[in-house]
């Protein structure tokens, strides 16, 4: 596949947006935070509404959906890419970077960083979606940073269609996970990451079912940071006020906007375009 290309050095870059892209809404889950600590920068979100669950697919189909998503981006001249997609991240990041003119940050790296360095007892669990876990990105990637650290791995596949449902709240949520997380609550875990970018949207419910012992790490919070120290590191920092936002999904933008505001409130509201496959 040929990716559109422009030449970041001849860029004027500062002022370009920061493109932001996941199989779905819950990347919103990090562009709200990377909102928080960058307010000055020009966001271009893509979800692909139409496609999502990635979770479920093969390496080859989430390479080639990613790909498509970051020429989208590319197209818009984006001066950093923020796969804010766990899915995609643990997946295929390298095919991504390989291909990509401007700086990539996902999201595994920064929330394992993060993650070791919170646990006191060495042992962390990792929950993800089937793609992420059986990928073992996160297991491979925590020893190599410390292999002391046990690291115990649960799919937990329902959980992004309950979030995305709005019933994150309800008792049927309650009982999945308390199937779900009943071998990492045996095994004496301290911290538990929540390897997907929906699993924030159950926190209430993971934080009940694994006690106030077990911290929790999502991705949102370490990959905002890291992006902002990486953006001053490489002196990519916007220098406007008045950022521009745009969101793009690939499908249903009506019920995007109605499963986003119970999370997010009005922030899509004005913003919210629709755009169709193929998206080459
Ligand atoms: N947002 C995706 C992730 O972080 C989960 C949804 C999906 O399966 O596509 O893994």
């Given at each position: 596949?040929?990716?559109?290309?422009?030449d970041?050095?001849n860029?004027?870059?500062?002022?370009n947006?920061?493109?932001?892209?996941?199989?779905?809404?819950?990347?919103?889950?990090?562009?709200?935070?990377?909102?928080?600590?960058?307010?000055?920068?020009?966001?271009?979100?893509?979800?692909?509404?139409?496609?999502?669950p990635?979770?479920?697919?093969s390496?080859?189909?989430?390479?080639k959906?990613?790909?498509e998503?970051?020429?989208?981006?590319?197209?818009?001249?984006?001066?950093?890419?923020?796969?804010?997609?766990?899915?995609?991240?643990?997946?295929?990041?390298?095919?991504i970077?390989?291909?990509?003119?401007?700086?990539?940050l996902?999201?595994?790296?920064?929330?394992?960083?993060?993650?070791?360095?919170?646990?006191?007892?060495?042992?962390?669990g990792v929950i993800?979606?089937?793609?992420?876990?059986?990928?073992?990105?996160?297991?491979?990637?925590?020893l190599?940073?410390?292999?002391?650290?046990k690291?115990?791995?649960v799919?937990?596949?329902?959980f992004?269609?309950?979030?995305?449902?709005?019933?994150?709240?309800?008792?049927?949520?309650?009982?999945?996970?308390?199937?779900?997380?009943?071998?990492?609550?045996?095994?004496?875990?301290?911290?538990l990451?929540?390897?997907?970018?929906?699993?924030p949207?159950?926190?209430?419910?993971?934080?009940?079912?694994?006690?106030?012992?077990?911290?929790?790490?999502?991705?949102?919070?370490p990959?905002?940071?890291?992006?902002k120290?990486?953006?001053?590191?490489?002196n990519?920092?916007?220098?406007?006020?008045?950022?521009?936002?745009?969101?793009?999904?690939?499908d249903?933008?009506?019920?995007?906007?109605?499963v986003?505001?119970r999370?997010?409130g009005?922030?899509?509201?004005?913003?919210?375009?629709?755009?169709?496959?193929?998206?080459?």
């Open positions: 596949m040929l990716l559109y290309r422009f970041p050095k860029a004027k870059m500062n002022n947006p920061i493109g932001i892209f996941d199989s779905g809404i819950g990347g919103l889950t990090v562009v709200k935070e990377i909102i928080r600590v960058l307010p000055d920068e020009n966001i271009v979100y893509l979800g692909d509404t139409a496609r999502v990635y979770g479920t697919r390496k080859e189909v989430i390479t959906f990613a790909l998503l970051v020429n989208f981006l590319l197209k818009r001249e984006v001066k950093f890419l923020v796969v804010a997609c766990n899915t995609i991240s643990a997946t295929c990041l390298n095919e970077i390989k291909v990509s003119p401007v700086p990539v996902g999201v595994v790296d920064p929330t394992i960083e993060f993650a070791v360095g919170m646990t006191k007892n060495k042992k962390v993800g979606t089937a793609g992420t876990i059986n990928s073992r990105a996160y297991d491979q990637r925590i190599q940073g410390n292999a002391k650290i690291v115990s791995s799919a937990c596949p329902l992004v269609p309950i979030a995305e449902e709005g019933l994150a709240d309800h008792q049927v949520a309650r009982l999945i996970a308390t199937d779900y997380l009943k071998d990492l609550r045996n095994n004496g875990i301290d911290t990451i929540l390897a997907c970018t929906h699993y949207l159950m926190r209430k419910i993971i934080e009940e079912t694994m006690g106030s012992e077990v911290v929790l790490i999502d991705s949102a919070k990959t905002a940071k890291k992006l120290q990486v953006l001053k590191e490489n990519l920092l916007s220098k406007k006020k008045n950022p521009k936002y745009e969101f793009y999904v690939t249903a933008p009506e019920r995007v906007l109605k986003a505001s999370f997010f009005n922030v899509l509201n004005g913003y919210l375009k629709k755009i169709t496959l193929p998206i080459l």
